[in-house]
């Protein structure tokens, strides 16, 4: 293989890894020119890629979807197969490391020209795999282009219904997205909120690639993993009901961190918020997380009411009751 083909493999690599690349940048990991980057770059559409250029500063190249799926030693036949796969995987979990199945997932359907796109999104639609828990339906192709964004550190546009029926229209720094509970969950910095956010993917519709890149802000696995698990808990249940606190808003956000989420001010000094669970235990469980000292009230409903009282009731009792005597022991020469 010539040194000018182990180049433009290169900087293939290169281009499948990134949305964008300066050309100053293209030139310094390859040790050449850019005048030899351009030559390189006119050598991969002569393959059939598609690879856009932009002039100025700011500019450089991009690797485009083209006209026909590029020479990776696919049919079309085989690419189209190899997408479904990919999709059923990411969608379904089927496999470990949802972050590879959806890399590969991406690079694949980033240079796809659109009539294999459009047999993929029939083809994948009509393919259901059986014996598999599934989730609410996601789109693959919204789960590849925020794949995308996070591998690229870019801002994106989308639209987002919540689960109360709003419509809301969101501009973010995507982080990553996490399989759990079979729904996928994009964690991302929300610009017009000033703060984390999780959405559900299924929820999410219209994503729009800005090209506007940034530098991800720190997060620990463990500041994810929570940001995950809270947004778990964040579902219709079988008991819900709100409780008011005498505590100002600012206040219980401090105490309660990211599981203060739904919470709303009351009044200065009040703040309300929700709480639910499968059954009452579940509900009394949220409610014994309210700080010590803090006084609050519950409009939890009946039959629930009821039950918590006359379970607390006996709690209590057996508080102010005596203890009962230490178990009786048999001596060991008893025993023997």
């Not at 995308?148 to 591998?151: G, H, I, M, P, T």
């Not at 090209?211 to 993993?225: G, H, I, S």
């Not at 469980?285 to 006084?295: C, L, N, S, T």
């Given at each position: 293989m010539s040194d000018t083909t182990t180049r433009a493999l290169s900087l293939l690599n290169l281009l499948q890894t990134h949305r964008h690349w300066p050309g100053t940048e293209l030139a310094e990991r390859l040790g050449v020119t850019e005048r030899t980057v351009r030559r390189d770059v006119e050598r991969l559409r002569d393959l059939g890629y598609r690879i856009e250029s932009s002039p100025g500063i700011a500019g450089g190249y991009r690797l485009e979807a083209g006209s026909a799926v590029p020479p990776l030693l696919l049919t079309d036949e085989e690419a189209v197969a190899m997408a479904i796969g990919l999709r059923v995987a990411a969608a379904q979990r089927l496999v470990g490391g949802p972050e590879t199945t959806l890399t590969a997932l991406a690079k694949l359907e980033q240079v796809l020209p659109a009539p294999l796109r459009r047999r993929v999104n029939a083809l994948a639609d009509a393919v259901q795999p059986t014996g598999i828990r599934t989730g609410a339906a996601v789109s693959s192709e919204i789960l590849g282009e925020l794949a995308?964004?996070?591998?690229d550190r870019e801002r994106v546009r989308f639209t987002y219904t919540a689960a109360s029926g709003e419509i809301t229209c969101r501009r973010v720094e995507p982080y990553t997205l996490a399989p759990a509970d079979r729904h996928w969950y994009l964690l991302c910095w929300?610009?017009?909120?000033?703060?984390?956010?999780?959405?559900?993917?299924?929820?999410?519709?219209?994503v729009e690639h800005t090209?506007?890149?940034?530098?991800?802000?720190?997060?620990?696995?463990?500041?994810?993993?929570e940001f995950i698990l809270v947004a778990r808990s964040w579902v219709r249940t079988a008991v819900e009901t709100d409780v008011v606190m005498e505590l100002p808003f600012q206040q219980m956000q401090e105490a309660f961190g990211q599981w203060g989420q739904g919470a709303s001010v009351e009044d200065p000094d009040r703040t309300r918020w929700p709480v639910g669970g499968q059954d009452f235990r579940e509900t009394m469980?949220?409610?014994?997380?309210?700080?010590?000292?803090?006084?609050y009230t519950t409009d939890l409903a009946e039959p629930s009411r009821a039950e918590l009282r006359e379970t607390l009731e006996r709690m209590l009792r057996a508080l102010d009751a005596a203890p009962p005597a230490a178990p009786r022991h048999p001596s060991a020469s008893s025993a023997a």
């Open positions: 995308l964004a996070c591998r929300d610009l017009e909120r000033d703060d984390w956010r999780t959405f559900r993917v299924d929820r999410l519709a219209e090209r506007v890149l940034f530098d991800p802000k720190p997060l620990t696995p463990e500041q994810v993993e469980y949220g409610m014994a997380w309210i700080p010590a000292g803090v006084e």
